[in-house]
């Protein structure tokens, strides 16, 4: 089977006296983002208008996923100081919506729940007009890990199921459907705004994908963002098809009809592309609700 095309889309180059800022604190204080850490097509753009999304926890991710850059194998110990470090940062970025992920540190009793919480903690003492999402894995279906994350209060959870369930065993095989949308249902059922991403051109079809999307938002998903694979080595999943915009856009009218507050949906999207946009948008209703009670 011919490999596909890598899909051909205008980046922002990486450059400017904002990047340079973001460089500058991201290593002064020996910190890891995912824009480095996946090679996001998007750095250029955020860095540029000083956002970044910190990823907790080491660079190094003890699952090894087949659509992931991020490096894989035996993680260094937890460094208890990086959430001070990161609130830090993102008070010096004076961004006003920071976006917190991680790796997977299953080798962990809580997979680093307890860092996800302390990091909001510190960032909301450092800077309280700052919103928070949060990216998180799915700490292995430990309901009291999620919890802990869930009490330190984020303005947004977020999960990725990343693929359709038939290709979860060869393209994630860590890591389960069922899980994945246990965490989005239990985040929804305690009241948080919840968000998921799923990427396109690794074999799923359109059928898949529509359910997929369909079962997302039936466990009250409010935000959906969906994005085009695109091969970051050799050693990761081949490119099965370059998704075309009409496609996309088929996704976004899908997801838009099944009641998502906000839907981003092209071939540069990834989880924390426009984030704080889509958390207004589906803030939008609720704000609402509020005003006419």
Not at 4 to 29: C, F, M, Q
Not at 66 to 82: I, K, N
Not at 259 to 283: I, N, Q, T
Request: proline share 6%; glycine share 6%; charged share 30%.
């Amino acid at each position: 089977m011919p490999i596909a095309p890598t899909p051909k889309v205008r980046l922002r180059l990486p450059g400017g006296p904002a990047y340079d800022d973001v460089l500058k604190i991201v290593e002064g204080k020996d910190l890891h983002t995912v824009c480095q850490s996946a090679r996001c097509p998007n750095l250029g753009e955020c860095w540029g208008e000083r956002t970044a999304t910190f990823m907790l926890l080491g660079n190094i991710c003890t699952r090894s996923c087949r659509f992931c850059a991020v490096q894989h194998g035996r993680p260094l110990e937890v460094d208890r100081d990086e959430p001070v470090r990161v609130a830090s940062a993102i008070d010096e970025l004076g961004v006003n919506y920071a976006v917190i992920t991680s790796v997977n540190r299953d080798e962990l009793t809580d997979g680093g729940a307890s860092i996800f919480a302390e990091t909001i903690r510190e960032t909301r003492a450092r800077r309280p007009q700052c919103l928070i999402e949060v990216l998180i894995p799915d700490f292995c279906g430990d309901v009291e890990a999620l919890d802990a994350v869930l009490e330190a209060k984020p303005d947004v959870l977020n999960h990725n199921v990343e693929t359709v369930p038939r290709l979860y065993p060869s393209i994630q095989p860590w890591s389960k459907w069922e899980t994945s949308l246990e965490v989005l249902r239990r985040a929804h059922e305690r009241g948080f705004v919840t968000k998921s991403g799923i990427i396109v051109g690794l074999g799923e079809s359109k059928e898949e994908m529509f359910d997929a999307i369909a079962a997302m938002r039936a466990t009250g998903c409010d935000i959906l963002t969906v994005g085009q694979y695109m091969r970051p080595s050799k050693r990761n999943a081949e490119v099965d098809r370059v998704v075309s915009r009409e496609e996309f856009a088929e996704y976004e009218r899908f997801g838009e009809s099944l009641g998502f507050a906000a839907v981003l949906s092209g071939p540069l999207v990834r989880s924390s592309y426009r984030a704080r946009w889509a958390y207004e948008r589906a803030m939008a209703p609720r704000q609402e609700e509020r005003s006419t009670r």
